[in-house]
Nanobody, 123 residues
Framework: QVQLVESGGRLVQTGGSLSVSCAAS????????KGWFRQAPGKEREFVAA??????YYADSVKGRFTISRDVAKNTITLQMNSLKPEDTAVYYC??????????????????WGQGTQVTVSS
């Protein structure tokens, strides 16, 4: 079994930057696809970014502002968020899938999820 633990969420001002990380533990973590999703109060969970092999994917709302990366040696994935906006406020979840995920924005295709980390952007 694989456990994912997010960290780094906090309160930040509009226009600021923040990096959230996801550490994997358990059996050897060789998930093909890894992603970040978020859920704001009263809203459905939405796709933020994903990394699949050497390719990265982003939601239109964060493209150009967020960057997803991975550190294979440390078994972590990181989401660097710049130019943050109040609408980025949400609980951020990392997710991983053992198999190739064709549509990376489809959360149902991921096998493992973290518990989430709160990111709050003040206006």
């Amino acid at each position: 079994q694989v456990q994912l633990v997010e960290s780094g969420g906090r309160l930040v001002q509009t226009g600021g930057s923040l990096s959230v990380s996801c550490a994997a533990s358990g059996r050897t973590f060789s998930a093909n696809t890894k992603g970040w999703f978020r859920q704001a109060p009263g809203k459905e969970r939405e796709f933020v970014a994903a990394i699949r092999g050497s390719s990265t994917y982003y939601a239109d709302s964060v493209k150009g502002r967020f960057t997803i990366s991975r550190d294979v040696a440390k078994n972590t994935i990181t989401l660097q968020m710049n130019s943050l906006k109040p609408e980025d406020t949400a609980v951020y979840y990392c997710a991983a899938a053992d198999q190739y995920v064709l549509i990376v924005a489809n959360g149902a295709r991921y096998d493992y999820w973290g518990q989430g980390t709160q990111v709050t952007v003040s206006s």
